[in-house]
């Protein structure tokens, strides 16, 4: 499970404040330039490779083999996005780099927009609201700059971009259908829902306590005779092209592994990547828990399902990071009382886990992003995400340190001005926010995704909760955290100076980021449909309600302008609680209704006259809400001998050098697959 980079909203609110031949050095740099450029509702950054100097050259290897085989599946991720977004980058692209009209008109100027939030998303849908991404410039512009750069793309593709087919990438509103309704490349045109379900109903795993991870790694087609089967994304398979240069640089990876157990994990990763197994699949992810020794780590793989809106398929993805051992040993103390947390949690006995086993948490360095977690970043991880995996065998947790000091530093203070109920809530934010945000993160990644374990003979989350269990289960992650951040135990830990205030802090700017702010990242009118945001809501909503007969959060009304303020923390937390133990027992019993109820009651539905006055407040700012990053480029320098010798870091100039390199030298997969 990952923590999106809804810290780009919160800091910005609580703190108001191609490797191309110019690029930068990107040493440790007071006076670092962290803002790359800024576009349509997109703001690009930069980030640091903090003690890149102090790595071995091994270790450095290690790194620079392993962001090699993350972009090497870049491509999977456009094409998993949408059928046809290869084709129509590919043909953006060229229209952008052989142009030789009029490159002052505004449409012009548009077409460049509409080609960055493309490469941005990853696709045509946009990478958080997932709605189809039109064109600001009319379609017969765009026809006479492929016939003036003799740029093929189909006119049905073409008519595609600016009509009404695939609005959505991910539909989550059953009335329009789960899979028609989403454009996402996981499944044939006309697979129903149910034929879907019967499919993988009938898949048995050897034993039903370690179920495998049917789906995650194949889209579901019908073939020729009207069946369904799957085609398997594996070497020789669906994106074996990919595939194949991931394996390369995998194996050169685990020919320069820190130790044994690291070496062993890329050893079965590289497996399942040829065999396409989910047996391997879980062999690994034990193996690669167990490897928690050394100073480099790594995701790799197909892993968030969130994209697929019945909770199967797996994003490809890849994050290389180096642990940051300062920030590491102050945040282990989490994990060594996990079992605490968890024998202290409001949940229902049965509920708990006896036994919390394996859990680490580190805050790392990211070296290099890619897939699903490009250019738009988590900002903290917990995985794997097989539910049977954690209960016996633990997880690993990463805080995204570098990721979020990018933030931080890029930030500005008039939000919270403007959206903060009093002087108050100001200095709390000022002198607290930044704590209480990262304890926050490490909090849900470490206890919260670890916490909790499902009833005997319950299915698995997106078996029982279906369409509900990403958002159910990121809500119940946050109210872990929400939980124990007000709570005296912080403090007697060492990880606070003041439990109470950092507590305050913390659900001022929750609730008012759940109820308020984030709706900028939404065009007024629309509902709520991104799995994060729907579970900020759905929490604050709740507790809002349901605080109302004691006046526990005050809806204010000053000079036209909506606040929040709460007045007793004490029974705020009491609320948290009870959400928490409710929401732990719908996962733990499967209880598909009364999710459903909870998310579509209170996370869904936006109120239409506080967004529009969200959004006027908001004119004001001129950063843009949603954030994402290029990625340092490590570049080899080579001996007389063709022996690396050394890897420099150096930083992309622009956002549009790292985006035509990377598919300059990235581009592995055909246009159809």
Known sequence: MKLVNFTCVIIAVCFSFIGSAQSKSAKEDANFDYVVEQFADIRVLRYQIAGWDKLTLKEKQLVYYLTQAGNSGRDIMWDQHYKYNLKIRKALEKVYTTYKGDKTTDNWKKFQIYLKRVWFSNGIHHHYASDKIKPGFPKEYLNSLLKATKTKLDAKIVDILYNDADAKKVNL????????????????????????????????????????????????????????????????????????????????????????????????????????????????????????????????????????????????????????????????????????????????????KKNVVGVSYKTVVVAGESGDSSPSTPIGVNLPNADWIRAEYGSKSVSLGNIIDAYAKS???????????????????????????????????????????????????????????????????????LYYLYNPKLQELGLVDDWKKVGMESYDSYIRNGLMTQLVRLELGANIEEAHMRNRQWVSGWVFEKGQKDNVIEKLTRNGKTYYNITNYEKLHELFGQLLREVQRIKSEGDFNAGKNLVENYGVKVDQKLHAEVLERNKQFTNAPYNGFVNPVLVPQMDAKGNIKDIIVTQPESFADQMLQYSKDYSFLPDEN
């Open 173 to 352: 509103d059953e009335s329009k259908g789960l899979l028609a309704g989403s454009a996402i490349n996981f499944y044939d045109k006309g697979i129903e829902v149910k034929e879907v379900e019967d499919f993988y109903s009938k898949m048995k795993s050897p034993d039903a306590k370690k179920p495998y991870s049917y789906g995650l790694n194949s889209k579901l087609v019908r073939n020729a005779k009207g069946q369904l089967e799957e085609k398997v994304w594996k070497s020789g398979g669906m994106y074996g092209a990919a595939i194949d240069k991931i394996t390369y640089w995998l194996e050169k990876a685990k020919s320069v592994a820190e130790n044994q157990k690291q070496a062993d994990a890329l050893g079965l990763l590289i497996s399942f990547y040829k065999t396409g197994d989910l047996k391997t699949w879980d062999d690994y992810n034990i193996a690669w828990l167990q490897a928690t020794e050394g100073n480099i780590d790594y995701i790799n793989g197909f892993i968030e399902v969130y994209n697929d809106p019945l909770g199967y398929r797996g994003s490809y993805e890849g994050v290389v990071q180096i642990k940051d051992f300062d920030m590491s040993a102050k945040m282990e103390v989490v994990s060594k009382n996990a079992q605490w947390f968890e024998d202290n949690s409001p949940l229902q006995p049965e509920h708990k």
């Open 411 to 481: 930030a500005g203070k008039g939000k919270l001005l403007e959206f903060a109920n009093d002087p108050e809530e100001i200095a709390l934010a000022q002198k607290y926010g930044e704590i209480g945000d990262k304890l926050h993160t490490a909090l849900h990644e470490v206890v919260g995704h670890a916490s909790g374990q499902i009833n005997d003979g319950v299915g698995t989350p997106k078996e029982t909760l279906k369409s509900y269990a990403s958002t159910l289960e990121e809500g119940r992650a946050d109210l872990v955290g």
